[in-house]
Antibody, heavy 112, light 107 residues
Framework: EVQLVESGGGLVQPGGSLRLSCVVS????????MSWVRQAPGKGLEWVAN????????YYVDSVKGRFTMSRDNAKKSLYLQMNNLRAEDTAMYYC?????WGQGTMVTVSS | DIQMTQSPSSLSASVGDRVTISCRAS??????LSWFQQKPGKAPKSLIH???TLHSGVPSRFSGSGSGTDFTLTISSLQPEDFATYYC?????????FGPGTKVEIK
């Protein structure tokens, strides 16, 4: 069974940091590009970042460039999103995603 | 950046209706387009990639068409479980922008 399980979300103050994780099973993780997608409360989907199979290529939406870093560990079948200098507008459900497979999401709330 | 628009933003339909949702890109994206379905409180579900190829397990009442800048998602006979919000997404170039969504509601 394919599973993508995100964790690491929570409440953080503006300017703070969080590290999201996504652990996968049921498919060959190292063969796939991976994405982070977020959804602010009551809003639509927003693509955040992509990483290629070996982690050598990374792409980010402009609003997170310089603050967020995406990485992966193929041996651990894990995907990460290091989020620094968080802002209120980063408040959202964060999903890991590839091709036709989605996690259930982890909620990030940035508030004082 | 390539902009994505969808129309309508919402629609009301009855079970059994044929439903068509449009997605337009501001530049040619060939067929690098996906469609997703999302129900309230749930993660999105992937429906279609490469503009017209159904993902495994997606019912055949769903179909996608188009190329270049204009794309369509069609549900041939709307079922109760199809009431949801639908999003398109480009993946021809970065950023991989999503459309704003189309909410399909029960009439």
């Amino acid at each position: 069974e394919v599973q993508l399980v995100e964790s690491g979300g929570g409440l953080v103050q503006p300017g703070g940091s969080l590290r999201l994780s996504c652990v996968v099973s049921g498919f060959t993780f190292s063969n796939y590009w991976m994405s982070w997608v977020r959804q602010a409360p009551g809003k639509g989907l927003e693509w955040v970042a992509n990483i290629n199979q070996d982690g050598s290529e990374k792409y980010y939406v402009d609003s997170v460039k310089g603050r967020f870093t995406m990485s992966r560990d193929n041996a651990k079948k894990s995907l990460y999103l290091q989020m620094n200098n968080l802002r209120a507008e980063d408040t959202a459900m964060y999903y890991c995603f590839t091709f036709d497979m989605w996690g259930q999401g982890t909620m990030v709330t940035v508030s004082s | 950046d390539i902009q994505m628009t969808q129309s309508p933003s919402s629609l009301s339909a009855s079970v059994g209706d044929r439903v068509t949702i449009s997605c337009r890109a501001s530049q040619d994206i060939s067929n690098y387009l996906s469609w997703f379905q999302q129900k309230p409180g749930k993660a999105p579900k992937s429906l279609i990639h490469a503009a017209s190829t159904l993902h495994s397990g997606v019912p055949s009442r769903f179909s996608g068409s188009g190329s270049g800048t204009d794309f369509t998602l069609t549900i041939s006979s709307l079922q109760p479980e199809d009431f949801a919000t639908y999003y398109c997404q480009l993946y021809k170039s970065y950023p991989h922008t999503f459309g704003p969504g189309t909410k399909v509601e029960i009439k």
